[in-house]
């Protein structure tokens, strides 16, 4: 089944903006730490950015001060603001959470199937 969807990827030319967002398909989760990893042809998946649960965020050199995470805990989604993307920024786009369920007290990791995020040049 699966617990974490994404959504928001698309087809962008050079210079534009995607807004990602992630959340459980479901009810009944916490959610402590989160993240946005990806993946571009060719290559090995890389981390992107992460948000912990008391806020602090952090990103890949390759994205700092163009890419912004932030988190709604109300809605227990995580969202990527993607500006002034580049071609180099194409791949499929996965997130991660550090998340139970509120009948456990054990936080393991789940991932999200992917959204395809292609920038043209």
């Known amino acids: 089944q699966v617990q974490l969807v994404e959504s928001g990827g698309g087809l962008v030319q050079a210079g534009g903006s995607l807004r990602l967002s992630c959340a459980p398909s479901g009810r009944g989760f916490s959610i402590n730490a989160m993240g946005w990893f990806r993946q571009a042809p060719g290559k090995q998946r890389e981390l992107v950015a992460t948000?912990?649960?008391?806020?602090?965020?952090t990103y890949a050199d390759s994205v700092r001060g163009r890419f912004t995470i932030s988190r709604d805990n109300a809605k227990n989604t995580v969202y990527l603001q993607m500006n002034s993307l580049k071609p180099e920024d194409t791949g499929v786009y996965y997130c991660?959470?550090?998340?139970?369920?509120?009948?456990?007290?054990?936080?393991?990791?789940?991932w999200g199937q992917g959204t395809q995020v292609t920038v043209s040049s």
């Open positions: 991660n959470a550090l998340m139970k369920r509120d009948w456990s007290s054990v936080f393991i990791t789940y």
């Open positions: 948000a912990a649960s008391g806020g602090a965020s």
